[in-house]
């Protein structure tokens, strides 16, 4: 079938619309930023290194030197670790606190997970592992067990240090090695490394005065405690929850898959909402054995491409949308209008301001399926979106309105106080009212944005001269090619880090790695010790990127507080969404033509 333009409203107006998605962010801004969150240390709730899926076996320290150490076991780990077997790098090892391989998808087992988007994009490797999703949104054990397929398939499964915290990483300059300490007391002289510790890998808790005075049941989602609510992470069954009285904090992500599962099992169920996330109907079906038989070599990738043109650039004319869902539904609908009108010659800022007008238009049609299925008017109200369509990460659930016509489910907005204003031993305060509550879950994200030794979570890393790499990129990052940056030699890094953006992070993450095995294996071959950019090339690239960079400033001005704009920031220096801005094709001609050329050009190469 092929994918059509949804339809949305016509009139709408925008003028009053745009005023209200500034009087809906204003309310919601703090002073504090960022500061309004902390770590999970184990004082209010377990350590974010506290791992309930598997015990922590006791093990000697290692005492070794290695070609690669790779700092984590999520997707972008994986990936890197691929690419370096795909280049005949062998011998390396993973780190990752968790018990296992996947990442955010090991710690996350909270009732109800699922990929956000369609996993026939999402998955990396699928044609090269013989696997398919079975289905559009593969639950999250199918995730985890692929991931953990992947480094078996590959042979890199039995290297890796697992429940193992990096806590320094020091260059020492006599050996041209990175020095590893863990809380192991491990001492692994390594002579690259590969920075890959994720975005959603650091949980967070909101400092809600009282906190640490409630006496019932508190715990993250990422850290999902089954013996207390019952049921298993293959089978939410939470029937320990019939006789308790539960909140969640948050609205995003997480808790727009879990609140279902909870609303259906808990004696009263308190659902704790700052901003509302847009929710789009969410079909999943099972994967079409037919359509799978049809598919030819090099699908995945084309889809990809597809699916990155559709969300976050746009499609050519008479390329269709072969993704088809809430992601794709703003240039699906900019495309067919084109279309109609003979393709038009429009100037990029009277393409902007047209595709505004979609996102008007969009974001009203979400706004009134909250009223078609909400039956409590005020509630649905208070359950609106009104800001622009990626303020926020945008969802898709077939349950979570539904679950607010439940006469056990109530609905604490808490948008005027901006957070929830105190929690006391027996609940939470809201106005003048107290909640009293046997279990409070924070759904309330992770340090995705925020400062960089907050969300990698490594206390000391050291370049030349005890350089510290906090202080080396106090303003964002300097690196060439988003890959590696002067004065910290034989280091690379994974992630939103100047470079091009792919709507499917796996791909983004696995082109990154592929040209990091490029760099490391050219560096062994040539027996050189040290690589390192060299300042001049460095800063030519920064230039570049900086002079052609889309200004989002405006965008941020408008959206809400969130991990998006690190809680209101105009211009956060660790921002997601600071790509590359020629695109994600041009990116990535860049780098084939760079490697192409043979000389490293840029990169000093030390023997």
């Keep these: 079938m092929t994918c059509q333009p949804t339809r949305t409203p016509a009139e709408i107006d925008i003028p009053s619309l745009r005023d209200k998605y500034r009087v809906e962010r204003e309310k919601r801004l703090r002073p504090d930023g960022q500061r309004q969150y902390f770590r999970p240390s184990g004082e209010v709730v377990a350590s974010y290194a506290a791992d309930p899926h598997q015990p922590i076996k006791?093990?000697?320290?290692?005492?070794?030197?290695?070609?690669?150490?790779?700092l984590g076991g999520g997707w972008g780990g994986i990936m890197a670790a691929y690419h370096l077997t795909k280049a005949g790098v062998t011998h390396f090892r993973n780190v990752d606190t968790a018990g296992d391989f996947g990442?955010?998808?090991?710690?996350?087992?909270?009732?109800?997970?699922?990929?956000?988007?369609?996993?026939?994009?999402?998955?990396?490797?699928l044609e090269e592992m013989g696997f398919m999703p079975s289905k559009k949104f593969a639950d999250g054990w199918e995730i985890y067990e692929y991931a953990r397929s992947i480094a078996a398939k590959f042979g890199f499964a039995d290297k890796a240090l697992f429940h193992t915290h990096i806590n320094s990483l020091r260059w020492d300059e006599k050996l041209n090695r990175w020095r590893v300490g863990t809380n192991r007391g491990d001492d692994i002289r390594a002579r690259f490394v590969i920075v890959a510790c994720g975005v959603l890998n650091m949980p967070k808790l909101p400092s809600i005065p009282g906190i640490d005075k409630f006496k019932g049941k508190v715990f993250h989602t990422a850290r999902w405690d089954y013996q207390y609510t019952g049921g298993s992470y293959g089978s939410p069954v939470l029937d320990?929850?019939?006789?308790?009285?539960?909140?969640?904090?948050?609205?995003?992500?997480?808790?727009?898959?879990?609140v279902p599962h909870l609303g259906k099992y808990a004696e009263h169920?308190?659902?704790?909402?700052?901003?509302?996330?847009?929710?789009?109907?969410?079909?999943?079906?099972?994967?079409?054995?037919?359509?799978?038989?049809?598919?030819?070599?090099?699908?995945?990738?084309?889809?990809?491409?597809?699916?990155?043109?559709?969300a976050m650039e746009f499609l050519a004319p008479g390329e269709t949308d072969l993704v088809c869902d809430i992601w794709t539904e703003i240039t699906r609908n900019l495309h067919a209008e084109l279309a109609a009108e003979g393709w038009p010659q429009l100037t990029p800022q009277e393409f902007m301001a047209r595709r505004e007008v979609v996102d008007y238009r969009v974001m009203e049609r979400l706004?009134?399926?909250?009223?078609?299925?909400?039956?409590?008017?005020?509630?649905?109200?208070?359950?609106?979106?009104?800001?622009?369509?990626?303020?926020?990460?945008?969802?898709s659930s077939d349950d979570f309105y539904?679950?607010?016509?439940?006469?056990?489910?109530?609905?604490?907005?808490?948008?005027?106080?901006?957070?929830?204003?105190?929690?006391?031993?027996?609940?939470?305060?809201?106005?003048?009212?107290?909640?009293?509550?046997?279990?409070?879950?924070?759904a309330s994200g992770f340090e995705v944005t925020s400062d960089l030794k907050r969300r990698w979570g490594v206390d000391v890393v050291q370049g030349r001269g005890g350089k510290s790499i906090y202080d080396h990129w106090p303003d964002g990052y300097e690196t060439l090619h988003g890959t590696m940056t002067n004065e910290f030699p034989?280091?690379?890094?994974?992630?939103?880090?100047?470079?091009?953006?792919?709507?499917?992070?796996?791909?983004?993450?696995?082109?990154?790695?592929?040209?990091?095995?490029?760099?490391?294996s050219e560096a062994l071959k040539r027996k050189a010790a040290v690589v390192e950019p060299s300042k001049q090339a460095q800063d030519a690239y920064v230039k570049h990127f900086r002079e052609i960079e889309i200004d989002l400033s405006e965008f941020q001005r408008t959206c809400p507080p969130g991990y998006f704009n690190n809680e209101g920031e105009e211009k956060p220096k660790w921002a997601l969404f600071r790509g590359y801005g020629y695109g994600w094709d041009a990116f990535q001609k860049l780098l084939k033509d760079w490697r192409d050329q043979g000389d490293m050009e840029g990169l000093v190469l030390t023997r």
């Excluded at 009732?111 to 026939?120: A, K, R, T, V």
């Excluded at 169920?269 to 799978?292: C, G, H, I, K």
């Excluded at 679950?403 to 305060?429: A, M, Q, Y």
Aim: charged share 20%.
């Design 58 to 70: 006791s093990r000697a320290p290692v005492s070794e030197e290695i070609d690669v150490i790779i």
């Design 103 to 125: 990442g955010v998808w090991y710690w996350n087992r909270y009732p109800g997970i699922q990929c956000d988007n369609e996993s026939y994009c999402y998955l990396p490797l």
């Design 490 to 520: 034989n280091q690379f890094y994974i992630g939103y880090i100047q470079g091009g953006l792919n709507a499917s992070v796996t791909e983004q993450f696995g082109q990154q790695g592929y040209h990091i095995a490029y760099i490391v």
């Design 269 to 310: 169920l308190y659902v704790v909402q700052r901003t509302p996330s847009s929710v789009d109907e969410r079909p999943n079906p099972p994967t079409d054995p037919a359509w799978v038989k049809s598919l030819e070599s090099g699908w995945q990738k084309q889809r990809q491409a597809n699916f990155h043109r559709s």
């Design 240 to 258: 320990k929850l019939a006789d308790k009285r539960v909140a969640i904090v948050g609205t995003g992500a997480t808790a727009i898959q879990a």
């Design 402 to 442: 539904p679950t607010f016509n439940r006469p056990n489910v109530s609905l604490i907005d808490v948008s005027d106080s901006k957070g929830l204003e105190r929690i006391t031993e027996k609940g939470f305060v809201v106005g003048d009212k107290e909640y009293a509550v046997d279990c409070i879950i924070f």
């Design 367 to 395: 706004r009134h399926r909250i009223d078609e299925i909400v039956a409590n008017k005020q509630v649905a109200e208070s359950l609106k979106p009104y800001y622009r369509f990626l303020c926020k990460r945008p969802l």
